[in-house]
């Protein structure tokens, strides 16, 4: 299996000067890099400082300019949000500034947050069949010459300019919960991405069974990979896990204050939450989170990850984002390339 890294710009506070987060967020990529992980991934968001990524593309290249080896993969690109030419041109662009080292990742999106000023009146059911239209028009596109009639999108004969270095074409993930997605995935010769968010192995264990029953059913023509996507924390010892799980307890309370969306916004925050609304919040819980994610000393998360490297999951992404401080989260990552990307070798 191997083992990735995902994080966004993020913040909770004005407090955090944007340029000081960006840099904080390239050293932590070059120590990716340095460290041996396979890739590094980084999402698309609107109007929300708390993950502050409004263009991916521009991230990876010059991520790309900072690193050696480390794949960059989009994690995700939300297809509501664009047009399949500009997508095709842009993705091939980035794969030829990066040398051929993208990984495309796709979803429909989820905050209404974000479809209510990019695409007022669209339900999450539109998104995805926006989705399920983008993903094989982009790729006729690269081929060349395609033209287009479908529900969402219309245009005559088109190329994308330019076209990839990765031939056929950069790979291709889609991010899926539901069995269908997985089917249009795999139908589609696309991989997978998942998350189980706050979830434990329940969800992990349904989400790589909706996988491979799609592999199974659709016999794909070459082999697809699956990556579960998972917040994690490498501790120095147990006071370090506890606290890791508070602070990603109360990074998931903000994560559904956004999802809900009904909170007041001012300048791209979110109202803070108090402690007694995290403490009052019975969805997440401080022993959720010390339970369910990949959170403890370096044996406990190896022996977590080989769990899901035997469940059959192709690549593990450590998601940094946690309302954390830079050196705690400095200090995760490189406990996890010190003692757990050894095993996976």
């Not at 009052?280 to 369910?292: L, P, Q």
Request: glycine share 6%.
């Amino acid at each position: 299996m191997k083992l990735s890294l995902f994080l966004h710009m993020e913040r909770v506070s004005a407090d955090d000067a944007q340029e000081k987060l960006y840099e904080e967020m390239m050293t932590l990529c070059e120590i990716a890099d340095k460290g041996g992980l396979h890739a590094i991934w980084t999402g698309e968001h609107h109007g929300m400082n708390f993950t502050i990524a409004p263009n991916p593309f521009i991230n990876l290249v010059d991520i790309a300019h900072r690193t050696s080896h480390v794949r960059l993969g989009t994690g995700t690109i939300i297809a509501p949000f664009t047009h399949p030419i500009r997508l095709a041109g842009e993705a091939a662009m980035t794969d030829l500034v990066t040398k051929g080292r993208l990984e495309l990742g796709i979803a429909r999106g989820a905050y209404s947050y974000e479809y209510e000023r990019l695409m007022p009146g669209m339900t999450a059911w539109e998104a995805g069949q926006r989705m399920r239209e983008l993903v094989p028009a982009v790729k006729a596109l690269w081929e060349g010459d395609y033209a287009h009639q479908g529900e969402f999108w219309s245009f005559p004969a088109t190329t994308s300019a330019p076209k990839p270095k990765q031939q056929p074409h950069p790979p291709i993930w889609v991010a899926a919960r539901d069995p269908n997605s997985h089917e249009f995935a795999v139908k589609n010769g696309c991989n997978v991405q998942v998350t189980p968010l706050h979830q434990g192995e329940e969800e992990i264990t349904r989400l790589i069974d909706c996988f491979q029953t799609a592999c199974k059913e659709y016999s794909p023509e070459k082999p697809l990979k699956i990556m579960l996507l998972q917040h994690g924390y490498i501790a120095e010892d147990a006071a370090d896990a506890q606290r890791a799980a508070e602070e990603l307890n109360r990074f998931y309370n903000y994560f559904g204050a956004w999802f809900k969306n009904e909170r007041p916004v001012a300048q791209g925050l979110i109202k803070p939450l108090s402690e007694e609304e995290i403490a009052a919040n019975g969805y997440y819980s401080v022993e959720g989170m010390r339970k369910n994610l990949a959170i403890g000393n370096a044996d406990e998360v190896i022996a977590k990850l080989k769990n899901y490297e035997a469940m059959g999951y192709d690549e593990y992404a450590l998601w940094l984002d946690s309302g954390m401080t830079f050196e705690r989260k400095k200090a995760s990552l490189e406990r996890f390339i010190r003692h757990v990307v050894p095993e996976f070798h």
